[in-house]
């Protein structure tokens, strides 16, 4: 087993007396404070989360669009320059490989966001499908997460564009403090927010001269985890899998079923047993991955994510249950070690207050 | 932090003794290390536990943790303020984070707790 990498900000996390964990052979902070006080300054101010370890490759040359298209559930031909799109790298059964983000920064120019854990493979089963475009790991490259209603604000002295015309899931080439980088507004919490990309060797300084403002904070993991369950955002891993497929995840919204992508023949023809729901606790009682769901005592499912939501104050998560037991509403009982807790299939997001959508006023 | 009026335990319970009666807690080591405590489940009015044995328990972000008794005997009182605000355990552990109260079944059980010079360097791993 090999040793887990740091990022190139792991130094400013130590600083920063960070409680640090391996997460996907990366070296990250789970929490620097508190889960809780990182989780609610980043609803109500802004947060930087260290996401290094994700992976960003670079898809350029004639025919990206239509080869992209074909590649990955997003339809990349129909998507405007700067823009993005969510949407999945799929295997011929229909299996989630990964959940990415396509970016489009030209008419022959793509930029592909993935997990960390999935990187290599991605890119692996990719290169085949774009045979005859340039394929780039950018591995010497850094991201960083800016998110909270107050992330324009933050970022606004450093950076050239003007972020009051940069829209939700748009994407722009643009410089901060000077240096050339790539900005979306897209993001993992469900408050307005931004990703910076940009060269590794840049980022220490970048993240030191954001945590200048008072307004800005440090997050790790823990918070990061508690705020996308709380949008009811997929984990790839928790979530999503090679042996689950969008249909299973209730994620029909994000690809065209009349699609000519890899795998959407499968789905297709597929009609899921089980469905992907998002649930709510009656008490403050956690309950985790694994833990056995039942309905009207019998076995319905399985959770996949659990955690305190601090917004709620009450146990939150997502499991997979069969199709009869997953309407909105739905009781169900989760049986952990220690408790047997009473949730509810809730409607997705669990938390509706977020601020990714708002319009950017400076 | 190690209160020099409170005895401890090696699972970082602290205990603070009035004739017959203790107050009881887990120590600043044991809250920083659970992390955000979101959870306690309080132990009922009247329960028996011997010296070492569960009380209680108390869930965090990162994992529920067993609460072990610091002395055998009865529970006669409880902190509710726990059941809205577990945060308290952070925020205040041997103070407004107290846990419960018990009636001591046997006096002896003192000699087995830790004075804080014993406890301080278990808290430095």
Known sequence: MSQPRKTCLYDNHVSLSARIVDFA???????????IAEHLHTRNC????DTCHMGQVLITGRGAAEKLSRALTQDSAALPIGKAKYGFLLNENGGVIDDTIIMRLGEDEFFLVVNAATKENDIAVLSPRLAGLHITHQTDWAKLDIQGPRSAEALKKFVECDLTSLKYFSVTRTKFNGAD??????????????????PQKFMPGVFDMLLENPLVKPAGLGARDSLRLEMAYPLYGHELSETLNPKDADMEFFYDPQGNFVGADALRKYAPAQKLVTLVGESRRQFHPGDEITCGGKTAGRVTSGAFSPSLNVAIGMGYVDINAS?????????????????KVAEKPIYTKGTCRIKVTL | MIPADLLYTEQHEWIKISGDTAVMGITDHAQNSLGDVTFVELPAIGKRVLQSEEVCSVESTKAASSVYAPAGGEVIEVNSELETAPELINQDP????WICKLKLADKGDL???LTPEKYKPLTEE
């Open chain 1, 25 to 35: 052979g990366y070296l990250l902070p789970v929490q620097y404070e508190s889960i």
């Open chain 1, 46 to 49: 802004v947060s930087l989360f």
């Open chain 1, 181 to 198: 980088c790539i900005l979306s507004r897209t993001g993992y919490t469900g408050e307005l927010g931004y990703e910076l990309f940009m």
């Open chain 1, 327 to 343: 309407q909105t509403g739905a009781e169900l009982v989760v049986k952990t070690q220690r408790a047997e807790l009473p949730v």
């Open chain 2, 94 to 97: 041997y103070g407004k984070g």
């Open chain 2, 111 to 113: 000699e087995k707790l």
